[in-house]
Nanobody, 116 residues
Framework: QVRLVESGGGSVQRGGSLRLSCEAD????????MAWHRQAPGKEREWVAT???????DYADSVKGRFTISRDNAKNTVYLQINSLKPDDTAVYYC??????????WGQGIQVTVSS
């Protein structure tokens, strides 16, 4: 498995921004598809965004235009820039790595809280 360490969460007011980071171990990060998911209180975990090894991105409809996923292969890190935050974005955000050699791995999760 890939070890993933998330950072950058916190509490913000409606309309604010955060940048989540997820650093992965290992030298084969460049080959991994990376994704972010989130789980709100009392709800199922849902997919948020994906960036492939080739840099192609995809987003859930609920976050399109507000969230941006990116990666820095030199730093083994994937980012999620979150803008125009809403209270409905309150959730634990999870980093997810899909490695062709090490399978699926998940981070421990990081809390994002948006107050109105």
């Amino acid at each position: 498995q890939v070890r993933l360490v998330e950072s950058g969460g916190g509490s913000v007011q409606r309309g604010g921004s955060l940048r989540l980071s997820c650093e992965a171990d290992g030298s084969l990060f460049v080959f991994n598809t990376m994704a972010w998911h989130r789980q709100a209180p009392g709800k199922e975990r849902e997919w948020v965004a994906t960036v492939t090894s080739g840099g192609t991105t995809d987003y859930a409809d609920s976050v399109k235009g507000r969230f941006t996923i990116s990666r820095d292969n030199a730093k083994n890190t994937v980012y999620l820039q979150i803008n125009s935050l809403k209270p409905d974005d309150t959730a634990v955000y999870y980093c997810h790595s899909i490695s062709p050699t090490r399978g699926d791995s998940w981070g421990q999760g990081i809390q994002v809280t948006v107050s109105s």
